[in-house]
């Protein structure tokens, strides 16, 4: 009986585990944290052998093959002694993906991944197909390949997910842009992430689709200097495109297989440059897969967006407060930011990631009358905007935050949050950084 070792009794340990007992395996789940107890219930019940608090080395060097998170890297010690021992190591969406036919449509970008794979989703699922939603989204992959049998599956999926391949394909790929991000994981190389990214086209032949933003320049450039065998679908809001994507008078025009569909902007429920984009992706993997298009525009009108993404919460006294607590780059925050038509109160800091500001200095410039720093560390968020805004604030919660937000602002002001950091200084995590934000707000 082959022993599948998973490190990380999060979401997707979970689902692999249950999926591997189910295929015959012997399971053993290792997670140097303590296990929640809700996953913990879950791995009693199906008889599944954990420790937590340690990786004890004897019970995971005597693996046939890992399943690793992707939030552990490369790096680490007992990693590396995997990889010493030439046992091979999985992700997830590797393990789980031989044992289901459906058809995959894979979502990866620095931005906009969840928000298109939301999209997708939304789509197919009004067209009455049988699909699940999965990766970085939703209910681990792998518990769902081992309870449901859909027919599509459409898959979120991180660099750090990528980096766990090696036969894993998507028919339909979605690349909706690539901007720094994660670099730390990529030993500051940014032609290393750009690599990992590209992942999701390494498996696909002449029958499958990469669909991707022909604006990026990180795009661009990897496409003319590599090779990749998928039909190239490109959608672009600069340029005019004779096959793929482009916008025209305000209109998304969708020219493929010579069969036009166009959609006025006005008429799509997500509003931003960014959001023309992600619907364009989106609109595009759904003619791939023939969905009316009636379907389609119906589905972009009524799509209610992702939870933590530019998401309005509440309007007090004249005081709109908005949750981008998702956007844990610079470049996402760029977009929250060109999207404002209001004076702003920014909410911003956490974990840096190797993060460049000076992208921002225009925007802040215009749009911010004041920030709001909500991180352990706020040097370089000082030091870059401190000569641009008349106002920098410390503060050390969600609560005080946006407490010294509402002193500041006046009617018809924003308040965003829009970290451009990761959350694990102050928070569980970005949902938990917009959770709070939003029990803040609504204790105003």
Same mark, same amino acid.
């Given at each position: 009986m082959k022993r599948l070792v998973i490190l990380g009794g999060g979401e997707s340990g979970i689902g692999t585990a249950i999926l591997a007992k189910q295929k015959g395996f012997e399971v053993f789940v290792s997670d140097a944290g303590e296990i929640s107890k809700k996953y913990k219930e879950v791995l009693l019940h199906h008889e599944i052998a954990f420790e937590e608090k340690c990786h004890t080395e004897k019970n995971v060097l005597n693996a046939s093959l890992v399943m690793k998170s992707p939030g552990i890297p490369d790096h680490v010690a007992l990693v590396q002694k995997i990889k010493e021992n030439s046992i091979p190591i999985l992700s997830e969406i590797e393990f789980a993906a031989p044992y289901t036919p459906a058809n995959i449509i894979g979502v990866t970008g620095s931005n906009g991944k969840t928000t298109t794979a939301l999209l997708v989703h939304h789509i197919l699922k009004n067209a009455g197909l049988s699909v699940g939603i999965a990766g970085n989204i939703g209910d681990s992959f792998a518990q769902q390949v081992a309870v449901q049998s859909f027919e599509h599956y459409v898959l979120e999926l991180s660099s750090f997910q990528l980096d766990g391949i090696e036969k894993f394909n998507s028919h339909i790929a979605i690349l909706t842009n690539i901007t720094p991000d994660h670099l730390d994981r990529y030993e500051y190389d940014f032609d290393n992430y750009v690599a990992s990214k590209f992942r999701i086209t390494k498996n696909q032949d002449e029958t499958d689709y990469l669909i991707y933003d022909a604006d990026d320049k990180a795009i661009n450039t990897w496409l003319k200097d590599h090779k990749t065998k998928a039909k190239l679908v490109p959608f672009s809001i600069e340029k005019e495109l004779e096959y793929g994507a482009y916008l025209k008078d305000h209109t998304i025009i969708i020219n493929i297989h010579k069969d036009i569909l166009t959609m006025p902007l006005s008429t799509l429920s997500v509003k931003g440059k960014h959001n023309t984009k992600n619907a364009m992706a989106a609109i595009m993997a759904a003619k791939l897969l023939k969905i009316r298009k009636q379907t389609i525009k119906e589905s972009l009108e009524n799509f209610e967006g992702a939870e933590h993404r530019l998401e309005n919460v509440a309007k007090i006294k004249g005081v709109t407060y908005i949750n981008d607590s998702k956007a844990t780059n610079v470049n996402a925050t760029f977009y929250a930011l060109e999207c404002m038509d209001a004076s702003a109160i920014w909410i911003v800091g956490g974990v840096d990631k190797g993060n460049d500001y000076s992208d921002l200095l225009p925007l802040v410039r215009e749009k911010v009358k004041a920030i709001v720093c909500l991180g352990l560390d706020n040097e370089k968020i000082k030091n870059m905007f401190g000569n641009v805004v008349d106002i920098v604030v410390e503060t050390a919660g969600a609560e005080?935050?946006?407490?010294? $937000?509402?002193?500041?602002?006046?009617? @018809?002001?924003?308040?965003?949050? %829009?970290?451009?950091? $990761? %959350?694990?200084?102050?928070?569980? %995590?970005?949902?938990?950084? @917009?959770r709070q934000f939003k029990t803040a707000v609504r204790n105003l």
């Open positions: 005080e935050a946006v407490k010294v $937000a509402d002193k500041l602002a006046e009617r @018809g002001e924003v308040v965003l949050l %829009s970290p451009a950091c $990761a %959350s694990f200084d102050l928070f569980e %995590s970005y949902e938990d950084r @917009g």
